[in-house]
């Protein structure tokens, strides 16, 4: 393995309808935390609300735009498709009861690879699987206190992502040329390929559907998938590098959070190299996350105007796991 590698995914931003909706599914339903609750720095007029662990670490971390009333979206070819969470082993039978408390309804389990599968729908239609993964409980991961779930059955962080594309080539070849993702298995026409140390967090699934007309991005859809690297230099890195292989690719941008890259891979999907720092505690203490809107600095003087242009949102009232 290569000295710089992809450490896994570092998040995953899908666009999301009603905000307090999405709030209400993902903290009330799932209990993840709200750990920012900020704009999209493109469309300052519209929330971007991230959930991850109780404090943000890197790879537990699914965030959303907010377009409340815009169309939703349609899967297709050239587009990341389905979120997979991890769950300890002996979670997913409280998950079933869980979902089926709240009326989500669910499908499987099925077994697929070494793990055991439930997948279903967020409140806005974006697909969501919950993965029995053998080492979910060694992943990073910090408990959340005041969350609804049991520690020992909470969603570990994010497990993998599903692509489909109209063709292998020349997704296959930039995955594993430029990227240094390998492959590990296949199993019902799906692929799976593995980056970095592999394993919950770090795998890339890919499905094959030849004819695929393309999908649509919008309400219930992935806007892109963030890949983990450690440092600046290293970004730097494979900034040149993708550069190098004739890739269009922005900017390195400054996030707050984190630094980014933006590339498309050749059949479409939208990827993203993050940093792991500074991260989300540089502007708010740990216990605080997520209770106000934050903004980056230099949006920091148009608050009074990005305020007045936001719909409300309220942490949903919760009972804290016992």
Known sequence: MNERTLQGIHHVTAIAGDPQENVDFYVGVLGLRLVKRSVNQ????????????????????????????????????????????????????????????????????????????????????QALELVAAPDALSRQWHAWDGGPVPAEAAIRGLHGITIKEAAEDPTVPFLTGTLGFRPVGAVGGRRRFAVGPGGSGAWLDLLVTPGASRGRVAVGTIHHIAWRTPDDEQQRQWWQQINEAGVPISDIIDRFWFHSIYFREPGGVLFEIATDGPGFTVDETADGLGTRLVLPPWLEPHRAEIESRLPPIELPQLERAR
């Not at 409280?94 to 690879?113: C, I, N, Q, T």
């Open 42 to 125: 493109d469309d300052p007029g519209t929330y971007h609300l991230f959930y991850a662990d109780a404090i943000g670490s890197p790879g537990t971390d699914l965030t959303f735009f907010a377009w409340p009333g815009a169309l939703h979206g349609r899967e297709g070819a050239g587009q990341a498709t389905t979120v997979a969470l991890a769950v300890p082993q002996t979670g997913l039978e409280y998950w079933m009861k869980r979902l089926a408390s709240h009326d989500v309804a669910f499908e499987g389990p099925v077994h697929r690879f070494d793990e055991e599968v439930i997948a279903f729908s967020d409140v806005h239609g």
